[in-house]
């Protein structure tokens, strides 16, 4: 029996090897590892069985794994949006099969501009890589922010500016961060004249990710969106010069075996756009910067990089006289003045910055980070104006057409600022970075050291008809008068920490975000704790789609313009700094998707995001121009809600065209009314279209366009209760003509000076080509009867910029 039993036992086991072997024989396993170029593993890239539904996506280490039946033949197909398609063709196979494939990238060419997408967005940052944004018809002077302005959810009304909106966020809800590091902009701008140079050097950029909300917990406490910028550190020696009517660059980046150094200047002047407003006079507007970027590793395991910024940004302005008709063909008015004064600005800056990476492998590593901004600003001004506002009547008759002049007002008023800023915010952070199987685990903490000091002294006489404003019998009043001296010394906490996990489901590939940032800051004693967490799904039944859901706490930590409290008695305004002011806090609800699909077989990609800001908190801000005056109390709660759209791909075979269409609603609960907050921009639509001519590709053509809705707005030293108007909508079109003189990226040419120059470009650009009067803001009017007149301000008109690119 105990025989008979060894025997079944035996033949059981020899069943089971045989089936064991004939199951091997019968299914094949292909693993393998997918890289860039550059070595680097890329994580969810797709790998599929052509013609069948069998496929997988790379993890975090670019590793895959596919079972697949044996058969005669198998194209395995490796692709990822952004780079080459590769295939690889197996002949038999049998047992585990190693392929290792390196995906090129795939640069998309659109008017200068080289948009490679590096992975497929599967979080709330998306991931754009910019180079030589020079080439687009840009009134800024080809800025960083002019391109992420035409992007879904954000909104720029002002060509002089490089401030821009996101999704009902004010110009200061946004975080900006270069290398890592949190970047300031100059505190007492006003107007887009004096903004002078955007701190991001486009020359330099290598990456950029921008998110419009649901962001992760590694950054700031900002309220609205991130920008967040990595400088590239050039492989060999490039270089480059620019020029046009708006100013000038050069950019040059050295490399060694372990060190690696570029370096940019910076020159602008927008005298010839300010010769198209309305008000004529001697502008003088001088803005120079000059950045660097080092990087040395000694060896694999350690890092050392530098950065160094220097600005100077001095804006003159003796104004002459300013024409402005405005109103309706049956209401035609016309304001007319004449000014004496001069108006004198001056922003300096310097910025540093310098890191210690440790690695421990290609798994862990550790940063120590520290950086000093320092800003001094003048802002100072005197000038007087005589005006007059005249009602233009039209009057016809058999032989020609007559404008009569009636004068309703004519007055006089006096503008005075002596305004001087000075501001050191000094960093020290150390932030980790470790990849635990299919985890990354991110995490920093930040002491942050402030020092502002100020003296603001402003004030505004009006008279009207002889009399002074407000009319009083016992002297004369002004009607505008403030006065403020300040200083604050304080030190800001920080911490965050945050995990991604990757995996593959019976669902599809998923990566799932969650973190925890806490703050606290020593002035007003609170303690900011924000959850966030974010989830996407690649569908295994249908790879073409990406689905996300982020949500968050958000909070706006106040910065010198939010605290400073304005108490105004008798038109006599002072300035307190309010120790009892509390964080804006902003949660977050972000539902998005995209669509990768060919049309007329060519790429492209839609995307939607439909989301819902649920704010407190608030502190209520009016808009002048570009200067923002808040209450500096916590005084009114609201939302933001909407859906953004964008349609990326070839509207032009091999070009990159894109549009993007967006509404929202936002409003804020003040003294129990409901009011649409300044940023309420109920709808915006952003084109870019790039073509070129046909059997010719020197030529290119870019053109840029923008509509958006108007914003409210009410007089000036009002409160929001008054902004009971609203702009008109803005509309404006710039187009660009670019022509390769030089084509020398083969290096064809080795005869000469020609033989380093890589390419040269020479352009034509115009501004604004429909010469539409969008109006930037208003200057307020107040005759006797204190009656007002809104004087619009009007943007930039119709100009032609001629620019000249070379690259080494």
Known sequence: MHMKMK?????LLVYIVMATQLCAQTKTKIVGLVSDEKGAPMEIANVHIAGTLI???????GRYSLTIPSKDSVMVVYSMLGYQTRKKLLRNPKGVVVLNVTLPDLDYQLEGVTITER????????QLHLKNARLMPDASGGSVESFIATQAGVSSTNELSSQYNVRGGSFDENSVYINGIEIYRPLLIRSGQQ???SIINPDMVGKIGFSAGGYEAKYGDKMSSVLDITYKKPELMEASVAGSLLGGSAYIGLSRKHFSISSGLRYKTSRYLLGSLDTKGEYSPQFLDYQTYVSWTPSQRWEVNAMGYLSQNNYDFVPADRTTQFGTLENLKEYKVYFDGKEKDLFQTYFGALSLTRHFGKAHQITLQSSVFKTNEEETYDITGEYWLNSLDETSSDDATTTQNQTEGVGTYMEHARNYLHATVMSFSVKGNHKLGAHQVDWGVKLKKEKIKDQLREWEMRDSAGYSLPYQSDGIKLIYNLASKNEIKSNRYSFYTQDTYRFSSKWGYVTVNAGIRASYWDWNKELIVSPRASISLIPKANENFTLRLAAGVYYQAPFYKEFRDTVTVNRNTTVTLNKQIKSQRSIHFVA????????MNRPFKLTAELYYKALSNLVPYNVDNVRIRYYGQNLSSGYAAGIDLKLFGEF??????????????TEEKLNNQWLPRPTDQRFNCSLFFSDYFAHNDRWKM????SVAGGLPFGPPHTGREESVYRTPTYKRVDIGMSYRLVNNEDKHIQLGFSKYVKNIWLGMDVFNILSINNVNSYYWITDIRNQQSAVPNYLTGRQLNFR????F
């Open 702 to 705: 870019s053109l840029k366009a």
């Open 195 to 197: 903004e002078g140079l």
């Open 119 to 126: 992975k497929r967005q599967t979080g709330s940052t998306s």
């Open 592 to 599: 998005a998707g995209d669509y990768k699909f060919k049309a």
């Open 55 to 61: 496929g997988t996506v790379t993890n975090l280490r």
């Open 7 to 11: 025997r079944c036992a035996g033949a």
């Open 804 to 807: 000249f690119l070379i690259e």
């Open 652 to 665: 032009v075979p091999k070009t990159d065209s894109w549009i993007s269409f967006s509404l929202m609603k």
